[in-house]
């Protein structure tokens, strides 16, 4: 619940603070006590949040946005990483992404077997063959945030290989990807199986599912001809044969699918990290379509916009609800600067024009958020209580 404290705004129209303070009962750990946009709620202004529970986040910084506003198809300087490892058939568009703005465009090519693609690698020392890090280090948290619109349906009326998330190693071996047109989270190419199996189904999905199996694929494609947001979040296993890794993959902020990482034959175990392979994933497609059949429409686009990648769960967004819950439009914001009591972050909006009824969620490292938004403007719905008419 919260209580409307006070609300001040100065004679420019681009200052901006409000200050909120929640009451009742305690309140889930991140809490929001406050916020400050001097430059008022804007694209590209700095807001900052105060309150607690925030936990820490080092370096503040994403390890990678791209939001394309620099002109071209480049990470922005606001993340880690400024370059892409591998572009594949991608180029940038100045206009038509999310709110008319920049995103970058795939246009399939003539012949089997093209995929468009924005691949995505950590730091690699050629001297000492050493990576900074892997996609599947052992109890690394990762999450993935991007909008995504394509003008084609991905089972309909044939079979697309679509595979919106995809990690896998240098050159053959174990990869892991989501398969909405078939409705599976697969691994494949495993290795040093025990009855020489090759590829491994995993997935429970919360809608429609079914023995494994998405029965409803369209709930995990996405719209056709609209802008959606697509977001992943997982966790490694934290040993080579533990049991608690896991996977969470939602669409337009639907939860759509979930995996436990660990799949256990008789005498062998695959995690997302394990002993049997003891492969590095070092290569995190930010895809895309792998065109198998050689008569797939040239005419057929798929976009990419505001790809947010982090090696943790600590996170800033907002929503168009007052609980995370109920919300069903996200926009990521990028940090800046992070504390247990103080974030700022530069503003960004491509769902919620003008911020209008946008709420204000925190992520701590272990995903926990404040479930009540904070809201971001003097006219959201408040939660009203002891109300006395006279």
């Keep these: 619940m ?84 591998a572009i594949q058939n991608m180029v940038y568009s100045a206009a038509g992404g999310p709110d008319n703005g920049p995103y970058a465009q795939g246009t399939p090519q003539s012949g089997s077997g093209v995929y468009w693609t924005l691949m995505l690698s950590p730091p690699y020392n050629s001297s000492t063959g050493v990576w900074g890090f892997t996609w599947n280090d052992l109890s690394a948290k990762y999450y993935v945030f991007r909008e995504m619109r394509k003008n084609f349906d991905v089972v309909s009326p044939t079979y697309i290989n679509w595979k919106p998330f995809r990690m896998g190693v240098q050159g053959a071996g174990p990869d892991w990807y989501f398969a909405s047109s078939n409705g599976n989270i ?61 996977m969470q993959w939602w669409v337009n902020g639907a939860l759509v ?24 994933m070092t290569n995190m497609s930010i895809q895309g379509v792998a065109d198998n059949d050689a008569s797939f429409p040239d005419t057929n686009t798929f976009g990419l916009a505001d790809i947010y990648v982090d090696n943790t769960w600590s996170r800033v967004m907002i929503g168009n609800a007052s609980t995370w819950s109920q919300s069903t439009a996200h926009d990521i914001e990028i940090p800046t600067a992070w504390s247990g009591t103080s974030i700022s972050v530069v503003l960004h909006n491509s769902s919620l024009p003008s911020f209008s009824n946008a709420y204000l969620y925190v992520f701590d490292s272990n995903g926990n958020v404040n479930q009540a938004g904070y809201p971001l403007c003097s006219s959201c719905p408040q939660t009203v209580s002891n109300l006395t008419v006279r």
Aim: net charge negative; with cysteine; charged share 10%.
């Design 2 to 85: 919260f209580t409307l404290v006070t609300v001040r705004k100065t004679l420019s129209r681009n200052t901006f603070i409000a200050l909120c303070m929640l009451s009742g009962k305690a309140a889930a750990t991140p809490v929001i006590t406050g916020v400050a946009a001097p430059g008022g709620l804007m694209n590209g202004a700095t807001l900052t949040i105060t309150g607690s529970g925030f936990g820490t986040k080092t370096p503040a910084a994403p390890y990678l946005w791209a939001d394309f506003g620099e002109g071209n198809i480049n990470p922005s300087p606001l993340g880690q990483d400024h370059s892409w490892s």
């Design 257 to 280: 699918g979930q995996e436990p990482i660990n799949m256990v034959w008789t005498n062998w175990t695959l995690t997302l990290r394990d002993s049997a392979t003891g492969e590095d």
């Design 186 to 246: 697969l691994v494949e190419n495993l290795l040093n199986a025990p009855n020489g199996e090759s590829n491994a189904y995993a997935a429970t999905y919360v809608n429609g599912a079914s023995g494994g199996t998405q029965t409803n694929p369209s709930v995990l494609e996405g719209p056709i001809n609209q802008w959606f947001t697509d977001e992943i979040a997982y966790q490694v296993n934290s040993c080579y044969t533990c049991a608690d890794g896991a």
